[in-house]
């Protein structure tokens, strides 16, 4: 039992703020810290009374523990399923103490008063993420008292304080020492407003493990985010920003990716590579991929990680300038002198050499990320995209047509070498904002025309931006093209070979003038906007 007094073994009528911890349940699955805390609240005179393993551990620890049992009447039963659900526990937690029916019914009842809970739950986010998991174990593992006990302190907390994670017990006992044991209101209502988060995060975890199960669009979507990075400002200097992590979300942007020197990652340094590790991943050869604004300025494979980088890089130099370069493969150092030679916000690779790393650490400003992520066939969540009041959500588009799957209109088929850059192009194109036009030629982007209302204005920004003579190069869109001007602009330039979905009702005059240059037509049948 605690030194307290006898008065603090009952419940005693107090106002908000003003109430002396004298007893505190403690009820943890993450141990870390919980038996320093106790210690804590002991030497303070505070009666500590605890459920199974955590009352086995203080116990352990030589601090004296009353146990659930002895406060409820009620033994602990159903493999510990059955503990706290008592309303002897609930009556302590939940009584208004300056409410004077609370107190009589409490001192009629002889409710013991419990005036801090300190409770962590049971690990089922991590249960539920490992693979081959069996239901029932995942089921073990949703919690029924912990949270009920947290939400009860939190409701009340002018008279109870929830403490869900480790990182507040110093603070918590700094406070109860300096102020004779009591907790500030604004401490409380602080210490709620974590209880209330952590418990949805909790419940936002169990529900959506049961929908996809069995809804791809449920009916109400819940999804919990956590706070990974304070970013410096939004897209613009007066914007505030911050990231978020979905919980539960098997990957993200930055998972498994190390910053291993330069400044703050900004918000549009995160869009820029969220767009830019999207593309990538459509490569398993060397590549590089250089974002600008959302769109890619220059995508290549190559032989090396050198060759890869430099043929990016000649696609449009003047747009890669303050781009978001990502690689495939290691860094070395005849690769990290080429990226010395322009400036780069952020570049990301599968590791670095050491001499590389030495180079790359002259530009202090040039954010250098190591992508540590070796796991394969990562399920990603839908597409979310905010609107105002709302949320659109769709399935992410990850396909690739094959090419047996697309169907050559024109009547000329594509020699070998086409279908190789027509399949490069046109894995490219759907990565690029709408309307999206890319032509390519030997494995590497030669122009790009993105986010334009017109397609035709695609295509000319596309040869325009071109720095070599497309002539022999192939175009890839990402919609049909709806008259004949477009590819015909190409075709004029040289352009022999292009792809795109087709199913406009002028598809025949398209397909003419493709076959009166000599050239070669593939469709898709499938469109890749990317607004």
């Known amino acids: 039992m605690s030194s307290g007094t006898k008065a603090e073994q009952s419940l005693q009528p107090s106002e908000p703020g003003e109430v002396r911890v004298g007893r505190a349940l403690l009820s943890v699955s993450d141990k870390a810290g919980i038996v320093e ?50 309303p002897r526990l609930y009556a302590g937690l939940l009584a208004v103490r300056s409410d004077d029916a609370h107190v009589a019914a409490a001192h009629e009842h002889e409710i013991e008063p419990v005036d801090l809970v300190c409770v962590n739950l049971y690990p089922f986010e991590r249960t539920a993420a490992r693979r081959g998991v069996a239901d029932a174990e995942v089921i073990e593992n949703i919690d029924i008292g912990g949270p009920t006990m947290i939400r009860a302190a939190a409701k009340n907390f002018a008279y109870a304080a929830p403490v869900v994670s480790p990182e507040s017990y110093d603070a918590v006992l700094d406070e109860l020492r300096e102020s004779d044991r009591r907790l500030s209101l604004q401490t409380r209502e602080s210490l709620a407003a974590e209880a209330f988060a952590y418990t949805a995060r909790y419940d936002t975890a169990i529900t959506r493990w049961f929908q996809e199960k069995n809804e791809d669009f449920p009916p109400l979507l819940v999804r919990a985010f956590e706070r990974q990075l304070e970013l410096p400002y939004g897209e613009n200097p007066h914007q505030r920003a911050a990231f978020y992590t979905q919980i539960g979300a098997r990957a993200h942007v930055l998972s498994q990716v190390a910053q291993l020197g330069g400044k703050q990652l900004s918000f549009n340094n ?18 590089c991929v250089i974002v600008k604004h959302n769109n890619p300025c220059g995508v290549a494979v190559g032989t090396t990680t050198l060759e890869a980088y430099q043929r990016a890089f000649a696609c449009d130099p003047q747009s890669a300038f303050g781009g978001v370069i990502v690689l495939n493969r290691r860094v070395d150092r005849l690769t990290a002198q080429a990226l010395l030679g322009q400036f780069v916000e952020v570049v990301l690779a599968r590791g670095y050499d050491d001499d590389a790393l030495e180079l790359l650490a002259t530009k202090p400003n040039m954010r250098v990320l190591d992508d540590r992520e070796r796991r394969l066939d990562i399920k990603l969540d839908p597409a979310f995209r905010q609107v105002i009041g709302g949320l659109l959500v769709q399935d992410r588009d990850t396909s690739n047509e094959e090419r047996e799957d697309m169907q050559v209109v024109s009547a000329r088929r594509p020699t070998e070498d086409e279908w190789s850059e027509l399949l490069f192009a046109w894995r490219i194109c759907k990565h690029v904002k709408s309307n999206a036009i890319v032509l390519a030629k030997d494995g590497a ?57 087709g199913g406009s009702i002028r598809d025949p005059e398209v397909v003419a003038a493709v076959d009166a240059a000599g050239a070669t037509m593939v469709f898709t049948s499938r469109r890749h906007f990317r607004h």
């Open 445 to 501: 982007t030669i122009g790009l025309g993105a986010g334009q209302m017109s397609r035709v204005d695609s295509v000319r920004i596309a040869l325009e931006k071109s720095q070599v003579d497309p002539a022999g190069a192939v175009m890839a869109s990402d919609a049909f093209f709806p008259f004949s001007d477009g590819p015909e602009i190409a075709l004029e330039r040289g352009v022999t070979a292009i792809i795109q979905p």
């Open 270 to 287: 995160l869009l820029d590579l969220d767009a830019a590790r999207q593309l990538l991943s459509e490569f398993v050869v060397p590549a």
């Open 37 to 86: 805390f106790a210690r804590g609240l002991a030497e303070l005179g505070i009666e500590i009374i605890s459920t199974g393993g955590t009352a086995a551990a203080l116990s352990e620890a030589g601090v004296a523990v009353r146990t659930i049992t002895d406060l409820t009447g009620f033994p602990e039963i159903m493999d510990g399923r059955v503990k706290t659900l008592h």
